[in-house]
């Protein structure tokens, strides 16, 4: 299977800051079938990045994904109050899916 | 609007048995493949099992497999899990996941499985 590894384990950062998360895989993912999801306490991931770089419906457009093969980033331009929360990537093209340890991004 | 709605989670002792379900509506749920993914208090994801959309193929993570049993019912529109011989370390959030290929994942809101004495 396909080991997700993300970093940094914890990101702490001030609102108006420039966020930047990677997740890298142990070998390349599918067709870049690679997501990315916010978690907040409490919920369920919320989609926000699918196929590396699309957008989910709704996600504003201060959040970027990139990258290819075997590593990608998430980027969140200017963080606002609300984008404090866990991150986690996946990659779905490949069975069984697998998930990385996530990025805590933390209000500094 | 897309609605995963899982159920039948709770409180039961080592050993027991629990059936989860989800119901789905806002799609044409004999179409897609669904799957059911876990997250233990304070840890990240797990995917637990997979089922095509006849449910003619099916996949287990290793750590449920021969204890663990995913089905469906399209007509009924919902996903099952029927989960026995349960150990401390399955207690989680069991989330119901579909399968939206290049699309990605959409995810339920999840049912607490807690497993205790």
């Known amino acids: 299977e396909i080991v997700l590894t993300q970093s940094p384990g914890t990101l702490s950062l001030s609102p108006g800051e420039r966020a930047t998360l990677s997740c890298r895989a142990s070998?390349?993912?599918?067709?870049?079938?690679l997501a990315w999801y916010q978690q907040k306490p409490g919920q369920a991931p919320r989609l926000l990045i699918y196929?590396?770089?699309s957008r989910a419906t709704g996600i504003p457009d201060r959040f970027s994904g990139s990258g290819s093969g075997t590593d990608f980033t998430l980027t969140i331009s200017r963080l606002e109050p609300e984008d404090f929360a866990v991150y986690y990537c996946?990659?779905?093209?490949?069975?069984?899916?697998?998930f990385g340890q996530g990025t805590k991004v933390e209000i500094k | 609007e897309v609605q995963l709605v899982e159920s039948g989670g709770g409180l039961v002792q080592p050993g027991g048995s629990l059936r989860l379900s989800c119901a789905a509506s806002?799609?044409?749920?004999?179409?897609?493949?669904m799957n059911w993914v876990r997250q233990a208090p304070g840890k990240g994801l797990e995917w637990v099992s997979y089922?095509?959309?006849?449910?003619?193929?099916?996949y287990y993570a290793d750590s449920v497999k021969g204890r663990f049993t995913i089905s469906r019912d399209n007509a009924k529109n919902s996903l099952y899990l029927q989960m026995n011989s349960l150990r401390a370390e399955d207690t989680a959030v069991y989330y119901c996941?579909?399968?939206?290929?290049?699309?990605?994942?959409?995810w339920g809101q999840g049912t607490l499985v807690t497993v205790s004495s």
């Open positions: 996941a579909k399968d939206g290929g290049w699309f990605g994942v959409f």
């Open positions: 806002g799609f044409t749920f004999s179409s897609f493949e």
């Open positions: 089922i095509s959309s006849r449910g003619s193929t099916i």
């Open positions: 070998q390349s993912v599918s067709s870049n079938y």
């Open positions: 196929g590396a770089s």
């Open positions: 996946q990659q779905y093209g490949s069975s069984p899916w697998t």
